[in-house]
């Protein structure tokens, strides 16, 4: 009689909690239970930041982008007065979605019954409400989503408790302060459907094992170091003196970022921003992959990159940044495609959870900090 796959058991919890030389990977219900899913949400997903995108991708007074958030739908939008704010994507009236994808608005008009709020969301107009006793525009503005930012990467965190996001990013801003994130700019963005477990695409991210296998027709075999972290993140950087952030030896690449620190120039830095979001740190660019979880088997993975200003006012950065784009591309399907396979394996009545390698110590980190996270160990 196989046994119950799931095994969502305190012996397969401590298999895996146990020194990299001896320990397993974890049991197939840390990534198939929707119990457990439900239990992540609430108790990590719901409760920690998550990052949603860039605040150059929304210059200009009235500039919006509309997108599905853990919590919900959630739109990010900079009022008249140029303040950048998140609001959950419901009108006040009866929850009709406000706005779809991205643009630029002077006030939100709600497709059902019209009413309007102001983009720094104010309930701006409200018709045939007379009749509504004790009813108060004040109110009825939207429902903001707490916000923080670094260096132009903003979050939001659903947890009003939740400690500041500087707190959360510990030492990594200090960390890449050479590549001088904050005068970055997002030229390029692509999302794509995985039908996976939100865990396997951060802990793909953070091995270069299966580079030699996944990757052979593309970026190939890496090596990589293990960097200590303080703070809600991990860290590995893959040593290469040329960025590795496109496909061929030969191709030309765009200037280094100036002033990167000693180790910054010796690779590129891959983390994971505990939960969802991984940040890539190259020696000319920075892009992400950052995961949106939709249920215990389903997660969206939206693929963003950026270049230094200086980069991208150059004539030919068009041209440049093409091969870039690329391999991101590429890259992130050929992880998706090896992802959705382990996912479909891991529903095997059979699974049992395997021994680790010396190069899947991150991967073991991850699946630690969200047992903490769930107080399991
Ligand atoms: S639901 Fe928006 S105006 Fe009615
Ligand atoms: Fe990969």
Not at 53 to 60: A, I, T, V, W
Not at 181 to 202: G, V
Not at 283 to 302: G, I, K, Y
């Amino acid at each position: 009689m196989p046994k119950d796959t799931s095994n969502l058991s305190p012996e397969a919890f401590e298999q895996a909690s146990v020194p990299l030389a001896t320990a397993r990977s974890m049991p197939a219900g840390f990534y198939t239970s929707p119990e457990f899913f439900e239990r992540e949400r609430k108790e990590i997903l719901l409760k920690n930041w998550f990052f949603v995108g860039r605040e150059d991708e929304l210059p200009d007074p009235g500039d919006y982008r509309a997108f599905d958030t853990v919590g919900g739908p959630a739109i990010l939008i900079r009022s008249q007065t140029g303040e950048l704010q998140a609001f959950a994507n419901f009108c006040r009236h009866r929850g009709s979605i406000l706005l779809e994808g991205k643009g630029n608005c002077k006030r939100i008009v709600c497709p059902y019954h019209a009413w309007s709020y102001l983009s720094d969301g104010t309930l701006y107009g409200c018709p045939d409400m007379e009749d509504a006793e004790g009813f108060d525009r004040v109110e009825n503005g939207l429902v903001p989503i707490r916000m923080e930012t670094w260096a132009g990467f903003i979050f939001l965190t659903y947890n009003d408790t939740a400690r500041p996001l500087l707190e959360h990013l510990g030492d990594l801003p200090a960390r890449m302060s050479s590549h001088r994130p904050d005068a970055m700019r997002c030229t390029w963005k692509i999302e794509l459907d995985c039908a996976c477990n939100w865990k396997l695409l951060l802990e793909n991210a953070m091995e270069t094992y299966h580079t030699g296998t996944v990757h052979r027709d593309s970026v190939g075999a890496q090596t990589s170091r293990t960097i200590a972290t303080r703070g809600d993140w991990l860290c590995i950087q893959v040593l290469s003196d040329r960025s590795i952030a496109t496909l061929q030896d030969d191709m030309p690449t765009l200037p280094r970022i100036d002033g990167l620190d000693e180790n910054a120039q010796k690779g590129t830095y891959f983390t994971v921003i505990h939960p969802t979001c991984q940040l890539v740190f190259a020696q000319d660019c920075m892009w992400w992959l950052n995961v949106t979880p939709r249920a215990h088997d389903r997660s969206t993975l939206e693929i963003g990159g950026c270049f230094p200003e200086a980069a991208v006012g150059r004539t030919d950065f068009v041209q440049m940044a093409a091969p870039y784009y690329e391999r991101w591309e590429i890259v992130g399907r050929e992880d998706m495609s090896i992802l959705e396979k382990q996912q479909r394996a891991l529903s095997s009545v059979h699974f049992c959870p395997g021994p680790l390698s010396g190069r899947d110590d991150q991967v073991q980190a991850l699946g630690l900090w969200v047992l903490a996270q769930l107080g399991v160990v």
